[in-house]
């Protein structure tokens, strides 16, 4: 005897999402204002958006608010007028009630329909060579424009899977935020995106800042400095870099026209994996070192340590010692740097220490403490 079978199912089965009868699909929500994503779901009917989440971030956006910002292998990031740097990243299999009310990706089509080919043509000559310059004099005045959420996703890209490879205890998590919230106070009270600073477990001297806030001091470089007041100059400087827009200058100026020809995805992935290629300006470095010496005095730690730890990667013959060439290569100059340290220190103050003998050795004792820290292996080519 054989069994009946199962009567078909009446209605169709739910999986495609843009079928679903819902069309509700989960989306990220970047307020443009702090550097987290917020997961949220969202729906659209005949007049807007709606957006479901935390209170702060639920919203109904009216569909003649929305911009399409740019569309990715995986999503379409969306914009709202009037909230600059707000994004939302939708999935692009989202339903079909939101899609199809979402506007174009803008096209030169109108343009050659208006003008005619050939007229076109010598405007996108034009064009393309207003945008190589652009992209030559740009990197100064569009970095602070780059939106938060584009960067974390860059930062995401390139050092996410870091972090296996940086050293977390408890006692030096404490002691570092504490050292970054002192030199970088203003930053809450200005409604800055919160700068990260991490240890890597390399054996390198070198600290590093890179996109999306974040800040890696290598292990190597915990055992050369000896002193947490010319850790806070070292942390300072790349804090620095970071909030006067370094980073994202340097990403533009180094892969500006691959980010433009074909998203930052599939072309600054791989060259950014060599974390140590983003280059600073002279003038940058020199400007890391004025923010660095103006918070170190607002801290009231001494300049004197940091400007011993810079004239230290200078030997007594002149050249460098052996293992900071990577510091060196990324931060030329170390002599002069450590006369402009010294030049700030003032002998009738009393300056505070940086951190207490615990915090400091927590710090310089993490990589090996945290036995869960890989060493970072470079990739190169
Ligand atoms: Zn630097």
Not at 336 to 346: E, K, Q
Request: aromatic letters at 6%; a negative charge.
């Amino acid at each position: 005897m054989t069994e009946p079978l199962p009567e078909p199912p009446t209605e169709p089965l739910s999986g495609d999402p843009r079928t679903d009868s819902a069309g509700v699909c989960p989306a990220e929500v970047f307020d443009g204002a702090s550097a987290r994503r917020h997961g949220v779901m969202v729906r659209g009917d005949a007049a807007a958006l709606i957006i479901d989440g935390p209170d702060a971030i639920a919203a109904t956006v009216a569909w003649s608010a929305i911009e399409r910002i740019d569309t990715w292998p995986d999503a379409i990031l969306l914009g709202r007028s009037g909230r600059p740097g707000w994004r939302l990243k939708l999935p692009l299999d989202a339903p079909a009630a939101i899609l199809d009310r979402l506007p174009r990706q803008p096209r030169f089509g109108r343009l050659i329909d208006r003008f005619g080919y050939f007229k076109s043509l010598a405007c996108l000559a034009l064009a393309s060579s207003l945008i190589v310059a652009a992209v030559i004099k740009a990197p100064g005045w569009l970095a602070p424009h780059i939106p938060t959420a584009w960067e974390n996703g860059m930062s995401d890209d390139a050092v996410g899977d870091l972090a296996e490879n940086t050293c977390h205890t408890p006692a030096s998590d404490a002691a570092l935020a504490s050292l970054v919230a002192r030199l970088d106070r203003d930053a809450a009270a200005q409604h800055l995106p919160p700068v990260h600073v991490e240890l890597l477990k390399l054996d390198l001297v070198n600290a590093v800042a890179l996109p999306g806030g974040r800040v890696l001091v290598f292990d190597g470089l915990l055992h050369q400095i000896r002193s947490p007041d010319a850790l806070a100059g070292v942390i300072g400087h790349e804090i620095g870099h970071v909030r006067l827009h370094h980073v994202m200058q340097a990403v533009l100026r180094q892969y500006g026209l691959s980010l433009l020809l074909g998203g930052y995805r599939s072309n600054v992935t791989s060259a950014m994996g060599q974390m140590t290629a983003l280059r600073f300006t002279r003038e940058a470095e020199t400007d890391a070192d004025s923010w660095s010496r103006a918070r170190l005095a607002a801290a009231n730690l001494s300049p004197l340590p940091t400007a011993g730890f810079l004239a230290s990667l200078e030997s007594e013959n002149g050249g460098p010692q052996m293992g900071i060439a990577a510091y060196l290569d990324s931060h030329p100059d170390p002599f002069a740097r450590a006369l402009a340290f010294r030049a700030v220190f003032d002998p009738s103050r009393a300056y505070d220490q940086a951190l207490d003998r615990n915090a400091w050795s927590a710090i310089v004792n993490a990589c090996a403490d945290d036995v869960k820290a890989k060493p970072w292996t470079p990739f190169f080519g």
